[in-house]
C-alpha cells in the first residue's frame, strides 16, 4: 500500500469477506475503492492511516463481500411473472410462454422487463447477471446505463422469435451485439444456442465457432428434463452433454444451465471441456424437472455457478433465497448435513460464478487490482444476531431485504436501500400497466 494513496472511495467498518482462497473475515475492515478497482483490503484502522481522499461509505453493522453473480437468467420475463404456474416444463413453453412472447415482447417490453430485472436483482445484491434472450442490445443498454454488469446474448433458436425470423437473422444480430460491446467496461457480449433439441447441429456448431472467434462465452439450457435426454438418447444414441461434445461444441466458453439429468460420464466430459454449470435449484423444482447432483459436480472438479433462470419459472431474481434453498435441498437429497458447506455455496455465487461466465480474472474476489464490485449486507435486524461465522450467516440467515449498499466498478448503484440509477417507481407503474394487457387477452 503507497504511503500517499488516493482514492475516490473507502468502504468502512463492518467484516469484510475477500473469498479470496483460504482467507480469514476480517472484522472492522475497509476496502478502498480508485478508478473503478480494488485500491486495497485490510482492517479499516490501518487504511485510514494512509488518510484517503475521497468519499467514505459507511458499511458499519454489515458483512463487505464481492457482488453476488447471476450465472442464468432472461431478465426482461419478470413481465411474465406468475403468468403461467404449475405446468411441466414443456406445456409451460409451449402453450403459455412461448405464444405471450410472440404477442407481447418487443423492442419496448423488453426494455421494461430488463429494467424491472436490473432494480430486482440490484436492490437484492446480485452485480452480474447472465442474460439468454431477445433484443441484446437493448438489454446490454439497460444494463449499462444502469451501471450493472452483464454477459448478454442475442439467443438463437430454430424456429421465429419475437426479433428474427430465421436463424440465419438470430446469428447476424449476434455478430452485431458482439461487434458493438466488444470492448464495453460493464457489458460482455455472448452467444446463446436455446437447447440441443431446439437448434440443429449446423447451427450449434455455428454458435460455438462464433464464440471461439470473438473469445465469448456461448449460454445453452443443457439435459434439463429426463424427456430431453431420453429424446437425444433416441435419435442420436448420445446424451446431451456428450452430444455437444462429439460436435466440438463443449468446451471452456460453455455456460451450461440446469444440467439435471447428467450421469457420471457427462459430469466427468463437463470436468474434462472446462465447461461452466449453472444450477437453477428454485426454477428445476418448481416445474418439476429434477434436482442436479451438484456435489458429485463440485467432487469432480466443475465450474459451478447459480442461476436464478427468468422470473417466469422462479417467481423471483432473488439469489440469496435460491442459495439458502440449494444448500439445505442437496444436504436431504443426499442425506448428509455435511454436504455444500456454507463457504462453498458462497463460492458458488462470488467467485466460482465469475469463473463459469470468464469474468474470473475481473470480478468475483476482493483483491488489490479487482474491479469493485462489492455489497454491503446488514448485520443489524434480529434475525442476523448473534453471528458466530459470517458464511453461514450469508447462506442460512441473510435476506435478500438485507442489503445495504450495492456498488459496480466503483459506482454507487444502491445506497441504504435506495436504488441510485434507475425510476423504480416508474418502472413498477408501467410493469402493472403491462399486466393489465395480458389480462384483456
Known amino acids: 500500500m503507497s504511503q500517499e494513496a488516493t482514492w475516490d472511495m473507502l468502504v468502512l467498518g463492518g467484516t469484510v469477506l475477500t473469498m479470496e482462497p483460504g482467507s480469514e473475515p476480517i472484522a472492522n475492515g475497509a476496502v478502498a475503492v480508485a478508478d473503478g478497482h480494488v485500491a ?78 436490473v432494480a430486482e436483482q440490484l436492490l437484492a445484491g446480485v452485480t452480474t ?61 455472448s452467444v446463446a444456442a436455446h437447447a440441443p433439441y431446439s437448434v440443429c447441429a449446423a447451427n450449434l456448431v455455428k454458435e460455438a465457432e462464433l464464440a471461439e472467434d470473438f473469445e465469448v462465452p456461448m449460454q445453452i439450457h443443457l439435459s434439463e428434463t429426463s424427456w430431453e435426454v431420453e429424446n437425444l438418447l433416441q435419435e442420436k444414441g448420445l446424451s446431451p452433454v456428450a452430444y455437444l461434445a462429439d460436435l466440438g461444441v463443449l468446451s471452456e466458453r460453455t455456460v451450461a444451465a440446469h444440467c439435471v439429468h447428467v450421469s457420471t460420464e457427462d459430469i466427468g466430459l463437463l470436468a474434462d471441456f472446462e465447461a461452466g454449470v449453472s444450477h437453477n435449484p428454485v426454477s428445476n423444482l418448481k416445474l418439476a424437472s429434477g434436482v442436479s447432483p451438484v456435489p458429485q459436480m463440485v467432487a469432480r472438479g466443475v465450474k459451478l455457478g447459480l442461476g436464478t433462470d427468468g422470473a417466469a419459472s422462479n417467481n423471483t431474481l432473488d439469489l440469496l433465497r435460491d442459495m439458502q434453498l440449494s444448500a439445505l435441498l442437496h444436504k ?68 435478500s431485504a438485507d442489503v445495504r449498499h450495492v456498488m459496480v466498478r466503483g459506482r454507487v448503484l444502491v445506497r441504504d436501500r435506495e436504488l441510485l440509477t434507475l425510476d423504480q417507481e416508474r418502472i413498477e407503474a408501467q410493469a402493472r400497466e403491462f399486466s393489465e394487457t395480458i389480462r384483456s387477452d
Not at 74 to 99: F, K, Q, S, V, Y
Not at 151 to 170: H, K, W
Open 129 to 189: 447477471t447472465a442474460d439468454m434472450y431477445f433484443f441484446g442490445d437493448e438489454v446490454s443498454a439497460v444494463l449499462a446505463e444502469a451501471g450493472m454488469r452483464g454477459v448478454v446474448a442475442e439467443s438463437l433458436i430454430d424456429f421465429p422469435t419475437p426479433r428474427c425470423a430465421t436463424p440465419e437473422e438470430m446469428l447476424e444480430k449476434q455478430r452485431e451485439l458482439l461487434e458493438a460491446y466488444r470492448d464495453h467496461p460493464l457489458i460482455t457480449p
Open 40 to 117: 486495497a483490503v485490510g482492517p479499516a484502522e490501518e487504511l485510514l492511516e494512509l488518510a484517503p481522499t475521497g468519499e467514505v461509505l459507511n458499511a458499519g453493522n454489515c458483512l463487505v463481500l464481492p457482488g453476488l453473480v447471476n450465472t442464468h437468467a432472461h431478465l426482461a420475463m419478470t413481465l411474465l411473472r406468475g403468468l403461467a404456474d404449475d405446468l411441466p416444463l414443456m406445456e409451460w413453453l409451449e402453450n403459455h410462454i412461448w405464444p405471450a412472447e410472440r404477442e407481447h415482447m418487443t423492442r419496448e417490453t423488453v426494455r421494461l422487463g430488463t429494467e424491472l430485472a
Open 332 to 399: 436431504v437429497i443426499n442425506q448428509d448435513a455435511t454436504t455444500l458447506p456454507a463457504r462453498t455455496m458462497l463460492e458458488m455465487v462470488t467467485v466460482s460464478g465469475a469463473r463459469v461466465l470468464g469474468l474470473e480474472k475481473k470480478i468475483g474476489t476482493l483483491a488489490e487490482g479487482r474491479e469493485a464490485d462489492l455489497i454491503c449486507i446488514s448485520v443489524n435486524e434480529p434475525h442476523s444476531v448473534p453471528m458466530y461465522d459470517p458464511s453461514s450467516h450469508l447462506v442460512f440467515a441473510a435476506r
